[in-house]
C-alpha cells in the first residue's frame, strides 16, 4: 500500500524510477506482482519496462496520500524530478517540478527548454507550463518573462503580452542585454496587433540591437518583417526577407520561423496568382508542421485554394483540420478567417442556415478585444459581401460605414478593397463603381497583385455601359485566370456574368474552361434550390455532424474531433434523420447527397 500511493505522483512507472522515489530496491518484484494479480496496473510498451495504473485507480491513491502523507507529496515530486532530469526526460522533470510548487527549480528547467520548445512548434505545451506559475513568480525574472510572453504573442494573447511586456521594459531600463530581445517582442507584437508601420520600425530598431551571430533571433525578425510586408502588399520585399528568414530558420533549426516563413511565402505566389506553386508550398508546411498552431492557417490557406478551385470536398476538409488547431491554440484571427471561409462554402452550396451559423461565431469572435483593428475590417467586408448575396442592401450600406479601412476579406487579395464598390453595383451605380475600379485595376496591376487584378477585372466587366466593353474586361480576365484554373472567383457571382462568359466561349475564347465556370454556377443555382426544398432546414452543427457521417466516422469518432460528447453526436443524428425523413445514418447520407446538401 506505501509503494502504491507513494509512486502514484507518476504518470508512468519504471523500475529505476519507482526504486528512487520511493527509496526502496524492490520495485521490479513489487510491479511484476502487481501485473500478476490484475490490479489496475497496464504495461506500455512491449519489453513490459514501463507501465500506468488504471487512472481512476491512480486518481484514488493519490487521494489517498494528500490525506495521510500530505507532507511527502511535494517531496516525492522532486525525487521524480531529479531522475527524471538525470535520465534525460527533461519534459517531465518539468511536469513533477510544478507539481511540486517548486518555482526556482521549475524556471530553471523552463528556460533551459523554452528556446528549443518554440523553434519546434511546442507552443502549447509551453504555455501550459507557464500558466501554472504564480503571477510573481515570472514578474521577478525577467528571462522567465520575455518568454512567456513569446508563448503568448505567438498564440495571439496581445493583451497579456503587452501588459508584461510594459513591465519588463521598466524594470530592465539600466540592462542593456535586454533591450535587443525586448523589441523584437515588441515588434512582433505590433505586427501581430495590427500596427504594420511599427512593426517595420521596431523590427528594424531590432536588427541593429541583436548581433550579427544570433541568427535566431535575426531569423524571427526576418519573419516579421517579411509578414509586416506581405500585410501590406509589397510582394518583393515580404519574398526577400521571407527567404532570408527562411535560410535562417533551416541554419538554427527554428521549425516555427520556417514554418511561417513557408506559409507567408505560399501567400506571396498566391497573391501573385501562381496558384499550385502556393498550394505546393501551403501541403510543405503542412507535413513539416504536423500540428503546430501555425499550421492551422496553411489548412485555411489551402482550404481557400481548393474553393477556388471548385473543390468543394477538400476545401472542407482542410478548413476542418485548421480550424481544430486554431481552436486548440485559441487563436480568435485564425479561427476568424476559418469561420469566414466555412461561411463562403455554405453559401457555394446554398445552406443559408449554416452560413447564418457561421457569421454567427465571426461576429462573436470580433467582440473579443484582442482582436486586431484590421482583422475586424476584414470582418466587416466580408459581412458586407455576405449580406450582398443575401439580397440585404440596408445591412450591407450599414457595414459599409463601419469600414475604417478600405481592405477585403479575401486572403490572397486583401490590399484592395472592394466592398464599396460591390455594394455600388448592387445598388446599379455602375459609372461610380466603375470608376473607382478602374483605379484598383491600376494599382494592382502596377503592384502585381494578380489575383486581386482578376477579382477586379471580373466586378469591373458587370460596371460597363456597353455589353462590348464588359465582354472585352472579362476576356482580359478569363486570359489572366485561365492557367492556375480559377473558378469560385467566377462563380460566386452567379448568374450576371453568364450571357458574357456564353459569348465569350462562342467567339472561341477559351471554351472548355469557360464550361467548367458555367458548370459550377449550374450546380450552385441547382444546390440551392434542392436545399431551400427541403421542409425544415439542417443547422449548421448539423451540417457539419452529417458531412462526418458522410466520410464514415462513429459517432465516437466525430465527438472527439467536434470535442463534443457521444451522447450529443447521437441526438444530432437523431435530429437529422427526422428532418431529413429517414431513418438511419446511411439513408441520411444518401438522402443529403441527392439533394446537394454534401
Known amino acids: 500500500q506505501e509503494f502504491l500511493m507513494r509512486t502514484s505522483v507518476l504518470n508512468q512507472l519504471t523500475i529505476g524510477l519507482c526504486d528512487y522515489v520511493v527509496g526502496r530496491d524492490d520495485s521490479r518484484r513489487l510491479l511484476e506482482s502487481l501485473e500478476r494479480a490484475n490490479l489496475f496496473i497496464l504495461p506500455i510498451d512491449p519489453a513490459r519496462e514501463w507501465y500506468r495504473y488504471h487512472r481512476l485507480f491512480r486518481d484514488l491513491l493519490r487521494h489517498r496520500l494528500h490525506i495521510h502523507q500530505e507532507g511527502e507529496e511535494a517531496q516525492l515530486h522532486m525525487r521524480a524530478c531529479d531522475w527524471y532530469q538525470a535520465h534525460g526526460f527533461r519534459s517531465d522533470a518539468v511536469k513533477h517540478a510544478l507539481a511540486a510548487a517548486d518555482w526556482e527549480r521549475a524556471s530553471e528547467l523552463v528556460l533551459g527548454l523554452s528556446e528549443s520548445m518554440m523553434k519546434g512548434g511546442e507552443i502549447v505545451t509551453l504555455l501550459g507550463w507557464f500558466k501554472q506559475f504564480p503571477d510573481e513568480v515570472i514578474r521577478a525574472d525577467p528571462n522567465l518573462c520575455l518568454d512567456y510572453i513569446w508563448t503568448l504573442i505567438l498564440t495571439g494573447q496581445n493583451e ?216 475586424r475590417n476584414r470582418s466587416k467586408a466580408f459581412q458586407v459581401e455576405m449580406a450582398l448575396k443575401q439580397g440585404d442592401l440596408l445591412g450591407a450600406k450599414q457595414l459599409v460605414n463601419q469600414l475604417k479601412a478600405d481592405v477585403d476579406a479575401h486572403p490572397f487579395y486583401r490590399y484592395i478593397g472592394l466592398a464599396r464598390e460591390r455594394l455600388l453595383v448592387a445598388q446599379d451605380d455602375k459609372l461610380e463603381a466603375a470608376g473607382k475600379l478602374r483605379d484598383k485595376s491600376q494599382i494592382a496591376d502596377q503592384a502585381g497583385w494578380t489575383y486581386g487584378c482578376i477579382a477586379v477585372r471580373i466586378l469591373e466587366s458587370i460596371t460597363m455601359e456597353s455589353d462590348e466593353s464588359g465582354l472585352e474586361v472579362l476576356i482580359e480576365a478569363l486570359a489572366q485566370s485561365q492557367p492556375e484554373g480559377y473558378i469560385r472567383i467566377y462563380a460566386d457571382h452567379g448568374q450576371v456574368l453568364v450571357p458574357n462568359l456564353m459569348e465569350a466561349a462562342r467567339r472561341g475564347e477559351s471554351p472548355e474552361y469557360i464550361g467548367k465556370i458555367l458548370a459550377a454556377i449550374g450546380e450552385q443555382t441547382d444546390r440551392g434550390t434542392s436545399s431551400a426544398a427541403m421542409v425544415e432546414q439542417l443547422s449548421g452543427r448539423e451540417i457539419e455532424v452529417l458531412r462526418l457521417v458522410s466520410a464514415g466516422l462513429s459517432n465516437r469518432e466525430i465527438a472527439a474531433k467536434l470535442y463534443l460528447s457521444p451522447g450529443t453526436i447521437k441526438t444530432h443524428v437523431h435530429n437529422i434523420c427526422g428532418k431529413l425523413g429517414v431513418t438511419n445514418r446511411t439513408q441520411a447520407v444518401m438522402h443529403a447527397s441527392e439533394l446537394n446538401i454534401i
Not at 542593456?176 to 505586427?191: D, E, N
Not at 495590427?194 to 544570433?214: C, F, N, Q, V
Not at 517579411?226 to 509589397?234: E, L, P, S
Not at 484582442?370 to 482583422?375: C, D, F, K, L
Request: with cysteine.
Open 160 to 375: 497579456l503580452a503587452e501588459s508584461l511586456l510594459g513591465h519588463v521594459a521598466e524594470n530592465t531600463k539600466d540592462q542593456p542585454q535586454y533591450h535587443g530581445s525586448l523589441t523584437s517582442a515588441q515588434a512582433y507584437l505590433a505586427r501581430t496587433s495590427g500596427d504594420i508601420p511599427g512593426t517595420i520600425e521596431l523590427s528594424e530598431r531590432a536588427l541593429k540591437l541583436i548581433p550579427e551571430e544570433d541568427k535566431s533571433t535575426r531569423g524571427i525578425l526576418a519573419v516579421n518583417l517579411g509578414i509586416a510586408y506581405w500585410h501590406t502588399g509589397q510582394m518583393e520585399k515580404a519574398d526577400q526577407a521571407l527567404g532570408e528568414a527562411q535560410l535562417a530558420a533551416r541554419e538554427t533549426g527554428n521549425s516555427y520561423a520556417l514554418l511561417a516563413a513557408l506559409i507567408f511565402l505560399g501567400r506571396v505566389q498566391a497573391v501573385r496568382g501562381n496558384l499550385h506553386q502556393a498550394a505546393r508550398i501551403f501541403q510543405q508546411a503542412i507535413k513539416n508542421g504536423k500540428r503546430a498552431p501555425i499550421v492551422g492557417l496553411a489548412h485555411l490557406d489551402l482550404a481557400a485554394l481548393h474553393y477556388e478551385w471548385n473543390d468543394l470536398k477538400s476545401c472542407r476538409e482542410h478548413v476542418l483540420e485548421g480550424q481544430m488547431i486554431n481552436e486548440i491554440s485559441g487563436n480568435n484571427e485564425f479561427q476568424m478567417a476559418g469561420y469566414m471561409l466555412l461561411a463562403r462554402l455554405e453559401s457555394a452550396h446554398g445552406i443559408t442556415n449554416a452560413v447564418t451559423a457561421a457569421l454567427d461565431k465571426i461576429q462573436e469572435l470580433e467582440q473579443n478585444v484582442e482582436v486586431p483593428e484590421p482583422t
